[in-house]
């Protein structure tokens, strides 16, 4: 009895994945990316209010400002400081539309955007200016997770705290 000539080794690893196409065991596909939603302003607020009084500084009611024309509200200042914080939702974006605050900018390093800006009533404020789109979670649990809101509450503490760091290194009044 004569054996059946086998098939050169290099020839495996092609029949291997016929095999494997076949049974539909093919490239898994993308996975599509968790809906997410921005830290609301209610508890950013919090969130900003107790890291300016860690930080040493009293966080006051806010200011209203204008940047081109249109007012911003600086939601926080800060007591006996001419600065303060702003936490802009997306609603808020579309108020400022046509302003240089209403599109956001993506600067190079992400850095933190300063801005200045006339006060109501007279005088000046510098505030940081943080996006709430910038603070994104998902509400998944469990290994789907991919945002926790840990995380994204504690890139805002770390914001603001790098923002008062900026406002000492620079003497701001």
Same mark, same amino acid.
């Given at each position: 009895?004569?054996?059946?000539?086998?098939?050169? !080794?290099?020839?495996?690893?092609?029949?291997?994945?016929? %095999?494997?196409?076949?049974?539909?065991?093919? @490239?898994?596909? +993308?996975?599509?990316?968790?809906?997410?939603?921005?830290?609301?302003?209610? =508890? +950013?607020?919090?969130?900003?209010?107790?890291?300016? $009084?860690?930080? &040493?500084? $009293? +966080?006051? #009611?806010?200011?209203?400002?204008?940047?081109?024309?249109?007012?911003?509200? %600086?939601?926080? @200042? %800060? #007591? &006996?400081?001419?600065?303060?914080?702003?936490?802009?939702?997306?609603?808020?974006?579309?108020?400022?539309?046509?302003?240089?605050?209403?599109?956001?900018? $993506?600067?190079?390093?992400?850095?933190?955007?300063?801005?200045?800006?006339?006060?109501?009533?007279?005088?000046?404020? =510098?505030?940081?200016?943080?996006? !709430? @789109?910038?603070? $994104?979670?998902?509400?998944?649990?469990? !290994?789907?997770?991919? +945002?926790?809101?840990?995380?994204?509450?504690?890139?805002?503490? =770390?914001?603001?705290?790098?923002?008062?760091?900026? @406002?000492?290194? #620079?003497?701001?009044?």
């Amino acid at each position: 009895m004569r054996l059946p000539k086998l098939l050169p !080794s290099a020839c495996i690893p092609l029949g291997i994945g016929a %095999v494997t196409v076949a049974l539909g065991c093919g @490239t898994p596909t +993308a996975k599509s990316a968790l809906p997410t939603r921005p830290i609301d302003e209610g =508890r +950013a607020g919090v969130i900003i209010a107790k890291c300016l $009084q860690k930080e &040493g500084l $009293q +966080a006051v #009611e806010g200011k209203v400002a204008r940047i081109d024309g249109k007012p911003v509200k %600086v939601d926080f @200042t %800060v #007591e &006996g400081k001419e600065f303060g914080v702003a936490y802009l939702s997306t609603n808020d974006l579309g108020e400022l539309a046509g302003t240089s605050l209403g599109k956001k900018k $993506q600067l190079p390093g992400n850095p933190l955007r300063i801005e200045e800006a006339i006060l109501e009533g007279g005088g000046t404020i =510098r505030f940081v200016v943080l996006y !709430s @789109t910038d603070y $994104q979670y998902d509400d998944t649990e469990g !290994s789907d997770h991919e +945002a926790t809101v840990i995380t994204a509450e504690n890139k805002l503490d =770390r914001d603001v705290r790098d923002f008062v760091m900026i @406002t000492r290194r #620079e003497k701001f009044k």
